[in-house]
């Protein structure tokens, strides 16, 4: 992980480092999935919870971890975790840390995506990902996955052995402008689909396959945005804490996280109890708490969230070595975050 994520850093880019980097964050979201789900929490999946509908979710909480927006600079998510650091060149970092820190970075996405879905998701937005679903695994269409990647490709199964792969693949832009095209010409989600294919087979200078995820994604943000066009709108969800709205919540959650690197972690790392690496994983720790207290009252015992953060090797020192520590920075961070709600 940490060698990919060092040539990420240094070429974004660049799809030699853009492609290991993601296919390696691919696995290891489904890897931190399944953990979760494994412990009994619900996954916000569409339909049956099984490997294809995780597999799915992942790659949602990847689209939004790895999302570009305009006026910033590409993946800026990644790039604003690691300045806040103090990474700014990967090459002055052991490639040990890059890839902790990049977990722990995953593990708290993951967490925090899981939590907006469940709040935010809204069930006509589920049922049309689930047509889609039925769609695309019907007998017109094949998916299939390249050798050595992650990525699911769909295409019309009458053209398996004419994908024309020496052309480029079609841009998301224009796969949005295809599935615009075919939203108003259709009426049924077979029929959407069918025709997104029948233009695209047209257009013989690009491929004539899709990403799935893309595709599934391109249909969603249409469909949803006439939705809106046509005075449709989502019902407001309460939060669990009723008297603090999300944006009070998350405003005290991250000055507690902020407040907690510059005094208790950094105390601790000054007297040499830990190490900086060590502080910057019990800060994630912290975070993940906070996220799991806040959003819905239920926290997993603490040592789960040390298991989480820590690599697998420093499991069995927990009593020994880090249970007092680890304890009182949950504790801090618990009685911070409580009193900046309460001011």
Known sequence: MGETVSHFLRAPLD??????????????????????????????????????SIRDLAYGILGSLLR??????????????????????????????????????????SRKEIHRIKTQEDPQKANLKRQLGVALDGLNYKTETIPG???????????????????????????????????????????????????????????NRLRRHELVSAVVSV?????????????????????????????????????????????????????REIGDRFVLAADQYLIDLSMHGNTDPIPQ????????CEHTKYLETYKYVFETVISRAVEEFRRRLQD
């Open 15 to 52: 799809r030699r480092c853009f492609d290991p980097f993601f296919c390696e964050c691919l696995r290891q979201t489904i890897y931190c999935l399944n953990s979760l789900r494994a412990r009994g929490h619900r996954l916000p999946v569409v339909g049956e919870t099984n490997a294809a």
């Open 68 to 109: 570009t927006e305009r006026g910033k600079k590409p993946y800026h998510v990644v790039f604003d975790y690691f300045s806040g650091k103090g990474i700014t060149d990967p090459r002055d970092t052991t490639t040990e840390r890059l890839g902790n820190l990049m977990m722990a970075l995953l593990w708290s996405h």
């Open 149 to 207: 990647s992650s990525i699911e490709y769909v295409y019309l199964a009458c053209n398996s052995d004419n994908l024309r792969l020496d052309c480029p693949m079609l841009s998301y832009e224009g796969l949005q402008r295809l599935a615009e095209s075919a939203h108003l010409e259709t009426r049924s989600r077979s029929q959407f689909c069918a025709a997104i294919f029948a233009e695209l087979d047209s257009m013989t200078e690009v491929q």
């Open 223 to 275: 469909v949803l945005r006439y939705m809106d066009t046509d005075g449709f709108q989502t019902p407001a969800q309460s939060t669990p804490e009723g008297d603090f709205d999300a944006a009070t919540i998350n405003q005290a959650r991250e000055e507690t996280i902020g407040w907690l690197t510059e005094t208790v972690i950094r105390e601790f790392v000054e007297k040499r109890r830990i190490t």
């Open 305 to 312: 969230y040390f298991r989480e953060g820590m690599p697998e």
